[in-house]
């Protein structure tokens, strides 16, 4: 018997001969993965836009975060309700991590004894050990990879493009989990269960009870001693040469299994910079060119992520967009741009250094993509926060955008309208009879001009002004201000567009135009506190006005207005809310998903004494858009509109009013409520102004 009971270390496989080419496996894994790495990493390369990577502590500590939560938790596999993928990845990745962990303690096990003459600490509790690979490891492993099989091939979601490299995948999992399992079987039955060999000890055997079930089978079968030990050692190599097949596998074919390396990679690389803030373009004189046009035009970190996408289909399944019948599919997007890198990235790369690459047969962004997909998107987000692996669908689909606007000048006619009136009159709503201050009407709302010592500034944005809805909602924003005794002023002519939907469309040049003009402006103030009833307007001057050298303490209306309430500045009471009836919130995609802003209304909403409050079943990170993001308010909508799938989720929950805090959100809830009939019974109202009401 030996010193420790359990699994005899290269039995039946003679070592050290033999047995020692087994440590060839890993090298040969390792050069495959490092061959496969290096020749993708030279693609990627291809592109060569200006990555800004940051501080090296705070990406590590951002990756761990995202490890701990990713990979340990799976948090972004089953917070969306997506259970069965959930758990069936959870299974596969556990179970063949505790397994690869079984076969490196065991070498540790056996070369420290063998070449140090040291026990290590493991080999005590071999047994028990035994136990957890078997069921932990094995078990779980088995599990996750017959709910894939069942999902790929019988359930066979509609989100699901399967391939042939998902068989073959699904082939080498399977046959290094069949042909383990085998391995464990074989031995147990002829040593452990046999009273012939020195290791004989069935106690032990049944703490490998996966192995234990094998080999009373293969024992029950009449198979004798030899044969076990015959198929055990052909069973053995074959179970190391389907675990060095699958890496060169993936190395020559950088199939589906490599995203174990590239996904964590674009964990790591992925941008630091706050979601919601589009990357510059930087110093439009010293650019040759504006926006993608091939791959060049792209960050190397953007190539990476097209490889790093699994083909999952989580983005698809969210994306506003797509469910509305839109030619936009997030995922399909992103393996067109892989498919596009293929093709394109060796003639690149054969080029000679400094001279030109030949003209593509096929246009990235007119062919490979298409223009209609582009103009889709609504930059709503949902893609980027369904993606378990971090892709940035956004920052692709708005660079090639601005090749399109800034290029090509193909925008949308609508959109072009909305940035010509930007260009032209500081505002994108053409034709409107209101001016900045129309709002200010009988209010004696001073100015910065006339009181620019103001604590705050309360920018209106030009929906706030230029729109009726939007006016109403300004009105009830100063009138709590007033009422909580905050020392506040408003720029009044002076505010011009924060250039959001210019940025969104692609006009870069235009939206840093307005940037200047309005940091220009709040230089001249010393403005250092901006409250803002816009989620977009906030997101552009909380998150991207920093790349312009515009820092601010920009914060959005529901985060503002709850802290006066906790200082009991407001008091609202239930008299006030009149006949607003049963709420429900609707989350702005620029306030939630884009800056994490979920609690803030809801605490609003709570604090009002009397308000009967539902929830939506798509709220939070799962609202739904809509439809305004992404310069969509000012283009036409084909098909079904996301607006009126967004107020059947509203009318789906029964209450009287939608609460928003989003002048985009109100007028696209006011159409779809009228569109469905519902405005005698249904009402769209902004935070604010129920607020107001109940503090009167």
Request: proline share 5%; hydrophobic share 40%; glycine share 10%.
């Amino acid at each position: 018997m030996p010193e420790f009971p359990g699994r005899a270390d290269f039995w039946n496989i003679g070592y050290p001969y033999a047995g020692a080419l087994v440590y060839l496996v890993a090298p040969i894994a390792l050069a495959s993965i490092a061959y496969a790495i290096r020749r993708r990493w030279r693609v990627w390369h291809t592109a060569v836009g200006e990555v800004e990577l940051g501080p090296t502590a705070e990406r590590w500590k951002a990756f761990l975060a995202l490890v701990a939560t990713g990979l340990v938790a799976h948090r972004q596999f089953v917070r969306r309700r997506d259970l069965y993928p959930g758990i069936m990845h959870f299974a596969i990745f556990w179970g063949f991590s505790i397994l690869l962990l079984a076969t490196t303690v065991a070498a540790l096990e056996f070369n420290a004894e063998k070449y140090l003459n040291w026990v290590w600490p493991t080999a005590h509790v071999r047994v028990p050990l035994g136990f957890a690979w078997d069921i932990l490891g094995g078990g779980l492993a088995a599990v996750g990879l017959s709910m894939a099989l069942w999902r790929r091939y019988v359930m066979r979601p509609e989100r699901l493009n399967t391939a042939l490299d998902d068989g073959f995948v699904m082939t080498f999992l399977f046959g290094l989990l069949i042909t383990g399992f085998l391995i464990e079987g074989l031995r147990i039955g002829a040593t452990e269960l046999n009273p012939a060999s020195i290791y004989y000890d069935p106690s032990v055997a049944g703490w490998s009870p996966i192995g234990w079930v094998v080999a009373k089978s293969l024992l029950g079968i009449g198979f004798s001693v030899g044969f076990l030990e015959t198929a055990h050692a052909a069973t053995w190599w074959l179970h190391a040469g389907i675990f060095a097949g699958a890496f060169v596998y993936a190395a020559l074919r950088f199939s589906r299994l490599t995203h174990m390396i590239v996904s964590p990679m674009n964990w790591y690389y992925r941008s630091l910079q706050p979601r919601g803030g589009l990357k510059s373009m930087g110093d439009f004189e010293t650019l040759e060119t504006f926006g993608a046009k091939d791959l060049p035009d792209l960050t190397w970190t953007q190539l990476m992520s097209f490889d790093a996408c699994t083909n999952c289909g989580r983005c698809q399944d969210v994306c506003p967009a797509y469910l509305s019948g839109k030619p936009l599919s997030p995922r399909k997007l992103i393996q067109d741009m892989r498919g596009y890198m293929e093709e394109r990235s060796p003639v690149l790369l054969g080029t000679p250094a400094g001279e030109a690459p030949p003209a593509p047969a096929t246009s990235m962004v007119h062919d490979a993509v298409g223009d209609d997909v582009l103009w889709s998107c609504l930059t709503c987000a949902a893609c980027l926060d369904a993606c378990p692996v971090e892709i940035d669908h956004i920052e692709t689909i708005v660079d090639m955008r601005r090749f399109l606007t800034l290029e090509e000048a193909s925008t949308p006619d609508t959109a072009q309208s909305a940035l010509q009136s930007i260009e032209q009159r500081g505002h994108p709503w053409r034709g409107t009879t209101l001016t900045r201050t129309s709002w200010m009407d009988g209010l004696d709302i001073p100015t910065l001009a006339e009181k620019p010592e103001s604590e705050v500034l309360f920018w209106v944005g030009c929906s706030g002004a230029l729109v009726q809805r939007g006016v109403d909602t300004t009105r009830s924003m100063a009138s709590v201000l007033r009422k909580a005794g905050v020392d506040f002023a408003v720029l009044g002519e002076e505010e011009t567009c924060t250039g959001d939907p210019a940025r969104r469309l692609g006009n870069e040049y235009l939206f840093q135009m307005q940037a200047e003009t309005n940091i220009g402006t709040f230089k001249q103030y010393d403005v250092k506190k901006i409250i803002t009833t816009c989620p977009h307007c906030f997101n552009t001057m909380k998150n991207e006005y920093p790349q312009l050298g515009g820092n601010y303490d920009v914060i959005h209306y529901t985060a503002f207005v709850g802290e006066l309430l906790k200082q009991g500045k407001l008091r609202p009471n239930e008299a006030g809310i009149g006949s607003i009836g049963t709420v429900t919130y609707h989350d702005s995609c620029y306030l939630g998903r884009h800056n994490g802003e979920f609690e803030a209304p809801r605490e609003i909403i709570s604090s009002i004494p009397g308000l009967d409050f539902v929830e939506m079943d798509q709220n939070q990170e799962r609202a739904f858009c809509c439809g305004a993001g992404g310069g969509r308010m000012w283009m036409e909508e084909e098909g079904e509109r996301v607006n009126h799938m967004r107020t059947d989720q509203f009318l789906e929950t029964g209450a009287e009013t939608v609460a928003v805090s989003c002048p985009f959100c109100i007028q696209m809830f006011d159409e779809g409520i009228s569109s469905k009939g519902q405005e005698d019974t249904k009402r769209a109202v902004d935070l604010i102004t129920i607020l107001d009401q109940a503090t009167e």
